[in-house]
């Protein structure tokens, strides 16, 4: 496997966040989720898009907030 790119089974393997097979291919008919190319029928994801997706959208705790972005207590 290129460590580089690979298959919607190889990504939900390596990033359980993402569901399953099926959940990458209704996001991708959506046209959501992490970037995707094809190659013929083919699809693959690299890996710095998959991890940009996974990423974009932090969840930020009261402990993460920094004091005075009205965050803290």
Same mark, same amino acid.
């Given at each position: 496997?290129?460590?580089?790119?690979?298959?919607?089974?190889?990504?939900?393997?390596?990033?359980?966040?993402?569901g399953s097979?099926?959940?990458?291919? %209704?996001?991708?008919?959506?046209?959501?989720?992490?970037?995707?190319?094809?190659?013929g029928r083919?699809?693959?994801?690299? &890996?710095?898009?998959?991890?940009?997706?996974?990423?974009?959208?932090? &969840?930020?705790?009261?402990?993460?907030?920094?004091?005075? %972005?009205?965050?803290?207590?």
């Amino acid at each position: 496997m290129d460590p580089r790119a690979f298959s919607p089974k190889d990504a939900v393997a390596l990033y359980p966040a993402l569901g399953s097979t099926g959940t990458l291919a %209704n996001l991708r008919v959506q046209k959501r989720g992490p970037r995707f190319f094809k190659l013929g029928r083919r699809v693959i994801y690299r &890996v710095e898009d998959v991890e940009a997706y996974l990423f974009a959208r932090p &969840v930020l705790t009261r402990d993460c907030a920094e004091p005075g %972005n009205g965050g803290g207590r």
